[in-house]
Nanobody, 117 residues
Framework: QVHLVESGGGLVQAGGSLTLSCVAS????????MGWYRQAPGKQRELVAF???????NYASSVRGRFTISRDNAKNTGYLNMNSLESDDTATYYC???????????WGQGTLVTVSS
């Protein structure tokens, strides 16, 4: 059974930093594409950052230069390092792992990030 468990969310002041973690079990996270998504109240879920199984990264324009996605294959864990947080970054953040070339993908339960201005 596959589980993705996010952690690291919380309340932070604008300009602060947080690092989110996504621990995977039941899959080899390194063999999957991984994405961090977020969903703010009343808004659609959006892709924030992506890292391919080959460690190619891509970012939404709204977070490029402030957020960094990474993965530690030995720990089967993905990370999202978030700096210079803004109130617009307030959302529930979700980890997703996708099988390359397949529609199979997995979601975590989400972790809430609240940025106070």
């Amino acid at each position: 059974q596959v589980h993705l468990v996010e952690s690291g969310g919380g309340l932070v002041q604008a300009g602060g930093s947080l690092t989110l973690s996504c621990v995977a079990s039941g899959i080899d996270l390194g063999a999957h594409h991984m994405g961090w998504y977020r969903q703010a109240p009343g808004k659609q879920r959006e892709l924030v950052a992506f890292i391919s199984s080959g460690k190619v990264t891509n970012y939404a324009s709204s977070v490029r230069g402030r957020f960094t996605i990474s993965r530690d294959n030995a720990k089967n864990t993905g990370y999202l390092n978030m700096n210079s947080l803004e109130s617009d970054d307030t959302a529930t953040y979700y980890c997703n792992a996708a099988v390359p070339g397949d529609v199979t993908n997995y979601w975590g339960q989400g972790t809430l990030v609240t940025v106070s201005s």
